[in-house]
């Protein structure tokens, strides 16, 4: 969702739309093939590349980002039941299963969570907006307003990306569809 509104906005996108949307995801992907490389062959030599581009990375894969270089970073958060939910349906829609029982998932994502957030903190390449999901589907305008604010596209502001491009937040919460909003937790 965050890059639908990212690109909505006006924010350039690196993608190679390898992944196509599915009914797990009918607004696609938004993946890079070299991202899921970052831990198996540490070529990081694109990402010099990429300066100025929206790239998703999946948190386990930040720490192999090289310190010498900055990153602003939108971390998304959800509800761990919806997650859970959420690739449960995906995998049963691609036929697969998971033998790992909830509690074990649910454990595995919170120590995983805490890892991701002590290296966000620890490391000083990463300036980080902490934006939630139901947050945003709940105000969406306010929302991509933080997030508009964050990447420095409140006008008046230089632009820290050197873009030439700003987030703009009405274009980005028009991008919002609560229609897909599947996997609510019952809390919500």
């Known amino acids: ?13 690196l993608t190679d739309r390898l992944r196509a949307a599915d009914e797990s995801n009918p607004q ?22 990429a300066r100025g581009s929206t790239v998703k990375i999946i948190a386990y894969l930040l720490a192999f980002l090289p ?36 509690q074990a998932m649910r454990r595995f994502f919170e120590d995983h969570l805490a ?8 490391r000083a390449c990463f300036d980080v907006l902490q934006v939630g999901y139901a947050d945003i ?8 307003e933080r997030v508009s604010a964050f990447l420095g596209g409140r006008p008046g502001f230089r632009d820290p990306l050197g873009i030439g491009v700003r987030l703009d937040p009405s274009r980005a919460a028009s991008a919002v569809e609560p229609s897909l909003y599947r996997n609510r937790s019952p809390s919500i």
Do not use: C
């Open 67 to 102: 310190e010498s270089l900055n990153y602003k970073v939108v971390f998304m958060h959800r509800d761990l039941d919806e997650i859970l939910a959420s690739q449960a349906k995906m995998l049963a829609a691609r036929g697969e299963s998971t033998n790992t029982e909830d």
């Open 137 to 144: 589907l709940g105000a969406p305008a306010r929302e991509a």
């Open 115 to 122: 890892r991701s957030e002590r290296l966000l903190t620890g």
């Open 1 to 13: 969702m965050m890059m639908q509104m990212l690109e909505a906005g006006g924010l350039p996108i």
């Open 28 to 49: 696609g992907y938004y993946e890079l093939e070299r991202v899921k490389e970052l831990d198996k062959n540490g070529d990081t030599s694109w990402l010099r590349e």
